[in-house]
């Protein structure tokens, strides 16, 4: 039975945590982001973006300026400020989106094609570099924001222009080999098939994941020599098929490889064509790369890809805490990722993977003001080392302004301002409700609203405003406590199967249901095979992993030591604008002016303060741990 999401359309969030975050994005981040890509803020990296679109459509001269994929930045602006549009109108915004989608139209070529870079710089070079030159990832971002306006706010131009650039890819790989040097084309067309019910978009995107591996020499095949050229950060090596997941077919796939956010995009694209089209084989690929990431190659703060060694995945429990590079792209990605396989089958541990990427390492990426961003999210910041010595020059223990290549700062604003598709979904017969974060959605079995004290307290209530008989699934977080619902202020037995609480019943207009579960901190190990995390703890309390930060300890961070029978209190922080933050009473090893000794180790007790990850980095720039030692 299908089971597909509430359109963010038909959700309003009136969360305490995340309506701010909302506003911050509609109010701050995306007019930021706007003048970013004009080239208006002071200080900031570069973007040249908008220029780019203008030198194409023969408005300005001059010199292409950016990455290949310097497109993709404007085509993220603009779903974020579709999905900005739609929870709050704003006519000076949307005049400047029909005046950028316009530009858009302007320069797109007689047969549909698109793209600034090689419009502007080797138009005689279009289609012929798949494997570095990004025109499909740019295509596919395009569509999503075309899909965007439309499903969001009702603008239908630049759809018009994607379904034209759509049939455009379609003419020429429907019957001709190619493939996708960075998956994201895939994600596009399924959505554009969802929006308009064209096949051939959904064909085109199966066809793209299936060739995939195939012939894992295509690249190398197909690939023109150009030692003078670089097209990024770094040469992308034809031979190198793990890095794009071109070297095993996607059906065939059991382990994680290469660059993160490829294959997340990918994954996200296979959930949803498997969701479509009842693929057991795609489906079954999904849960065992699922299983993989999650088991063996994930950070405990959900984020992915280990090594900045190409931004890539490396081997099963190899997580550096210092090292780690948790592209913020990667972990908006996880979120694509474990949204698509709810609609495959309602499990929790999906929803539970959605959770952890939103609180922590998702969240993590963007600073509390809205105005700076990180691209790598490491669990450990030493300032005498991180982005100074070489192997850390990617770990930084602030947040920049922006980034030259810049994917992540709107990958971010369009999750957040997406966030109401993720949180329900339905089908004949029942409505499930995946995170506690308050909002009211209007169903098929009517409407619903949900008011939460989350993620500070594991309290909920639902309300059913119009009635009527379904099946309202809950979905109960893995790490809740003793479990209690109640309808109605009477207390109803409370099993869950497969992370959700089922309650059938003929609803009236005004039944209440709440839910309620403990919290207590838990303290997390890691598998013994992760090497950096061995005779330490991580703490966590409800959906948040904390961290320590050297603006709250005068000792090495490195020095502290929590016992294991330490009692750790939850407070409510006002220097942190009411978080919750933990508190205990650990101890430090004091510092000899040996650098080894015989000797044991002396300690003297210190005060432990922790605070949310999500929030680290936001006062005087010092070091961060997530893993603290034991006693």
């Known amino acids: 039975m ?3 999401e509430i359109p963010m359309n038909k959700v309003r969030i009136t969360d305490a945590f ?5 506003r911050l994005m509609t109010d701050v981040t995306i007019p930021y982001m706007e003048k970013i890509l004009r080239d208006e803020v002071p200080g900031a990296a570069k973007s040249h973006a908008i220029s780019n679109f203008r030198m194409a459509a023969g408005e300005e001269t001059g010199e292409f300026y950016g990455m290949v994929f310097q497109d993709s930045d404007v085509a993220k602006w603009l779903e974020a400020a579709a999905y900005s549009l739609a929870l709050k109108p704003d006519k000076e915004l949307e005049e400047r989106v029909d005046d950028v989608v316009a530009l858009i139209g302007r320069c797109q070529q007689p047969d549909g094609y698109l793209n600034t870079y090689f419009t502007v710089k080797e138009p005689q070079n279009r289609w012929a570099n798949l494997l570095e030159c990004h025109e499909l990832y740019c295509a596919g971002h395009m569509i999503e924001a075309g899909v965007a306006l439309h499903e969001a706010v009702g603008k239908d131009e630049l759809l018009h222009i994607c379904i034209r650039l759509a049939d455009h890819i379609c003419d020429r790989f429907l019957q001709e080999d190619g493939l996708p040097g960075h998956q994201e084309i895939e994600i596009g067309l399924m959505r554009l098939y969802h929006a308009t019910g064209n096949v051939r978009y959904r064909d085109m995107a199966l066809r793209f994941l299936d060739l995939r591996g195939q012939d894992p020499q295509w690249f190398k095949k197909h690939t023109p020599a150009h030692p003078n050229v670089r097209y990024g950060d770094y040469d992308i090596l034809p031979e190198d098929t793990a890095y794009n997941q071109s070297d095993v077919p996607m059906r065939q796939q059991t382990a ?18 498997a969701a479509d089209t009842n693929d057991a084989e795609i489906t079954a690929a999904c849960d065992r790369l699922f299983d993989n990431i999650t088991r063996k190659q994930m950070y405990v703060t959900g984020a992915i890809g280990s090594t900045s060694h190409r931004e890539s995945f490396t081997v099963d429990y190899d997580l550096p805490a210092d090292r780690c590079y948790g592209e913020t792209c990667a972990s908006v990605a996880m979120a694509f990722f474990a949204h698509n396989m709810l609609a495959i089958k309602p499990e929790g541990r999906y929803a539970d993977l959605m959770e952890l990427e939103l609180y922590n390492a998702a969240l993590a990426g963007m600073s509390l003001d809205g105005k700076r961003f990180f691209y790598v999210n490491p669990l450990a910041v030493d300032t005498s080392v991180s982005g100074i010595v070489p192997g850390y020059q990617h770990v930084l223990p602030q947040r920049p302004a922006w980034h030259a290549c810049a994917c992540c700062p709107p990958n971010l604003a369009r999750l957040i301002t997406s966030l109401g598709k993720y949180l329900w979904s339905a089908n004949d017969d029942t409505v499930y409700s995946h995170l506690f974060i308050g909002s009211q959605a209007e169903t098929k079995h009517g409407r619903i609203s949900m008011e939460s004290s989350y993620p500070w307290e594991g309290k909920a209530e639902y309300t059913i405003h119009d009635g009527g008989c379904f099946t309202l699934a809950i979905h109960i977080p893995q790490h809740a406590g003793k479990l209690q619902i109640c309808i109605n202020g009477k207390e109803v037995e409370a099993n869950a199967t497969d992370g959700y609480c089922h309650i059938h019943r003929n609803w009236q207009a005004g039944d209440r249901m709440s839910v309620a579960f403990d919290m207590p901190v ?17 703490l966590a309390r409800g959906p948040l992993v904390y961290c320590v930060e050297g603006a709250d300890h005068a000792e090495a961070l490195t020095a502290l030591i929590l016992p294991d029978d330490a009692a750790i209190r939850p407070v409510v922080d006002g220097d942190l604008a009411g978080m919750i933050t933990l508190q205990a009473e650990g101890l430090v090893q004091k510092a000899s002016d040996q650098l080894y000794s015989a000797d044991a180790p002396q300690t003297s007790p210190a005060p432990i303060r922790a605070i949310p990850y999500f929030a680290w980095g936001n006062r005087a720039p010092g070091d961060m741990l997530v893993w603290v030692r034991e006693a």
């Open 2 to 4: 299908s089971i597909r």
């Open 18 to 22: 995340w309506s701010p975050r909302q």
């Open 256 to 273: 994680a490889r290469g660059h993160a956010v490829r294959q997340l995009y990918m994954l996200t694209a296979m959930a949803d064509a």
């Open 522 to 538: 838990r303290r997390l190990h890691a598998h013994p095979c992760v090497r950096d995390a061995a005779g330490k703890v991580a």
